[in-house]
T-cell receptor, first 114, second 111 residues
């Protein structure tokens, strides 16, 4: 068990470009969550999956944000037409029922939009 | 509005002193409650959680928290702080699979 991994760890992009982040959960964890954390704030919940089903996405920040988990394993978070306000740390977490759905967090992807 | 409030942005305590970090939430029902710690450059780590039952819950690293329904509070405590406890602490709630974090309390520990 190597924990939750996220790639890339850092991403610098120009405004208007699209970016995609990847999250690999702990193996066999059936739930996967995405959060955004800006400086001085707590994580802000965006969306979560149970297996490949996206069960909550009302908190995605705009229609520029989308997430997928096509085979119920890794997940991707895409931001289209990035804006400077999208600069933040994007966190992924995973959980499963055997652990009372305790969320294990990855190290995050830091996005800087110039 | 639904919210999680951590009223103390920064707290400084001396090593060996006791610690209490405050957390209040505003939801209609009792949500699941959590405390996480985030050290610089580290991921969030769960300290403890409350789902139901005994309102005093024990966690890792000597931390405990008490749920008080009447006050909608879930304060984190530690009887004797160690220098390694310096970090940022977040209170969080799971309200029917919608997750909310407070804005965090940064803890500094004086030698």
């Amino acid at each position: 068990d190597t924990g939750v991994s996220q790639n890339p760890r850092h991403k610098i992009t120009k405004r208007g470009q699209n970016v995609t982040f990847r999250c690999d959960p702990i193996s066999e964890h059936n739930r996967l969550y995405w959060y955004r954390q800006t400086l001085g704030q707590g994580p802000e919940f965006l969306t979560y999956f149970q297996n490949e089903a996206q069960l909550e996405k009302s908190r995605l920040l705009s229609d520029r944000f989308s997430a997928e988990r096509p085979k119920g394993s890794f997940s991707t978070l895409e931001i289209q037409r990035t804006e400077q306000g999208d600069s933040a740390m994007y966190l992924c977490a995973s959980s499963d029922k055997t652990g009372d759905y305790e969320q294990y967090f990855g190290p995050g992807t830091r996005l800087t939009v110039t | 509005a639904q919210s999680v409030t951590q009223p103390d942005i920064h707290i400084t305590v001396s090593e060996g002193a006791s610690l209490e970090l405050r957390c209040n939430y505003s939801y209609g029902a009792t949500p699941y409650l959590f405390w996480y710690v985030q050290s610089p450059g580290q991921g969030l780590q769960l300290l403890l959680k409350y789902f139901s039952g005994d309102t005093l819950v024990q966690g890792i690293k000597g931390f405990e928290a008490e749920f008080k329904r009447s006050q909608s509070s879930f304060n984190l405590r530690k009887p004797s702080v160690h220098w390694s406890d310096a970090a940022e602490y977040f209170c969080a709630v799971d309200n029917f699979n919608k997750f909310y974090f407070g804005s965090g309390t940064k803890l500094n520990v004086k030698p």
